[in-house]
């Protein structure tokens, strides 16, 4: 089984792009997770985002850097040769959902202004978010 979910913001505008003679769309982004405990002062993933056909030109829309997003699909990796004839490998997610859970943060925002919190969807999804349970034991 081949399957992950993930909660993130977007690191920038998505790049929207249309691919071989059928011109499919096909988008590409970036989001940040963060780790939610402390294992060193980098505490952040950043996860490639890949999205096609109708769902791409919806989220090319709809979504820019900021933006809170929840992610279903498939790992990837693809191989390709460099310049030098090395092979390569990208791992990405290709989402089969894309939800908008949010917009971007804004400094002027009020303190009151309530976001989405992941920690809720995790619980009814039946995953432990326990801050004390997510350390490794190694």
Do not use: H
Not at 81 to 94: A, H, L, P, Q
Not at 104 to 116: A, I, L, P
Request: proline share 2%; net charge neutral; hydrophobic share 30%.
């Amino acid at each position: 089984m081949n399957n992950v979910t993930l909660v993130g913001r977007l690191t920038r505008d998505p790049e929207l792009k249309y691919v071989g003679d059928a011109q499919t769309p096909v988008l590409d982004f970036t989001i940040a997770i963060d780790r939610g405990y402390k294992e060193t002062e980098n505490n952040t993933d950043f996860i490639a985002i890949q999205v096609w056909n109708k769902t791409a030109e919806n989220c090319a829309k709809y979504l820019n850097k900021g933006s809170l997003v929840g992610i279903n699909g498939q790992i990837r990796v693809e191989k390709y040769k460099n310049k030098n004839d090395e092979n390569r490998y990208i791992t990405k997610v290709r989402a089969s959902n894309v939800e908008f859970l949010g917009t971007k943060r804004s400094e002027d925002s009020n303190k009151n202004d309530k976001y989405y919190d992941s920690t809720k969807l995790f619980e009814e999804a039946g995953i432990k978010t326990d801050k004390e349970k997510l350390e490794l034991p190694f």
